[in-house]
């Protein structure tokens, strides 16, 4: 389905796609002649929405054009990556490519009809850190205690993730 595991794993952080952004086709050397749309498939106020934002300020500099991000929201990512999937493939519509929406929902969700390589990854703009993390009276110190007592009493310990198409689950 994805070429490598590794790319795939690569593409956790944050990759834009669309063609002719890094390099310019000859025939395109007018690019971009209108605003650009960067679709962000989470809503507004989350770590994705603040790096498309920030990343849409940079180009706009860069490129001469506006950058309008546009939130997708729905589906834990599916709304905004079947969107940028359909979206006419002139380099007007980008999009902030997460791995949950571009990894996990193709692999799970009915109705994706799109896949890891329905996107051509040109840039990678954030690398998102994640940690597993417990308050601070918790007797646990490291990850091997944690599961110990989670194996020793199933279903007492609670977990939480940002998403149910999280990477992390």
Known sequence: MFKTLRTALFGMGA????GGLL????????????????????????????????WAEFAKKKLGQPVVVVNKTGGGGLTGSLFAAKAKPDGYTLFLAQAGPNIIIPLTAKGAN?????????????VANCAVVVN???????????EAAA?????????????ATSWLT
């Open 15 to 18: 990759f834009l796609l669309a």
């Open 23 to 54: 390099t310019v086709p000859a025939q395109a050397s007018d690019y971009p002649s209108k605003p650009i749309q960067l679709v962000s498939p989470y809503g507004a106020g989350g770590d994705s929405d603040l790096t498309a934002r920030v």
């Open 114 to 126: 799109y896949s890891f390589d329905s996107f051509d990854y040109i840039a990678r703009i954030m």
């Open 136 to 146: 601070k009276d918790a007797p646990w110190n490291n990850l091997k205690e944690f």
């Open 151 to 163: 194996k020793k009493e199933p279903g007492k310990l609670v977990f939480a993730s940002p998403a």
